[in-house]
């Protein structure tokens, strides 16, 4: 791996990764803390660089810290057997399938929704009366920050 020299800021834009999130990488142990110059600023390597990318892409994938924590901890020991990332790709694969049946269930009741709105008065609008109907069988999930709703099981 070729010698490079870092600033935070410069690790930051090659990354594509906020320098708050690098330093709290590092804090929770999935970032090695990087040599300080002598000033006390941090000095990032390659290696760092890369595994930055790799949390990165992990993340981007979806993959909860924890997973992430172990596919790195696999990724530090290549002579180990791969049954374990395997297990928590088809974890993750599975995770996003069931994301993909909810939102297929969300995109059909608004289209059934927005197909029965003819416009009009607010007081005749059938969206309106939709959201309304509580007998519907909907409910905003708890388990889900920033309001997404699907359709109960």
Known sequence: ????????????????????????YEEVGLLPPPARSSGGHRIYGAAHLARLDFIRH???LGFPLDAVR??????????RACDEAHALAAAQLAMV????RRLEALRIELARMTETCRGGLAAECRILETLADHTHGH???PDHAGGDIHPTP
Request: proline residues 2%; glycine residues 2%.
């Open 58 to 60: 992990a993340r981007e």
């Open 1 to 24: 791996m070729e010698s490079v020299s870092l600033s935070i800021g410069e690790l930051s834009r090659r990354t594509r990764c906020k320098v708050q999130t690098i330093r709290w």
């Open 139 to 141: 409910c905003a999930s």
């Open 70 to 79: 172990a596919l790195l901890r696999l990724s530090d020991h290549p002579d």
């Open 97 to 100: 399938e069931d994301k993909l």
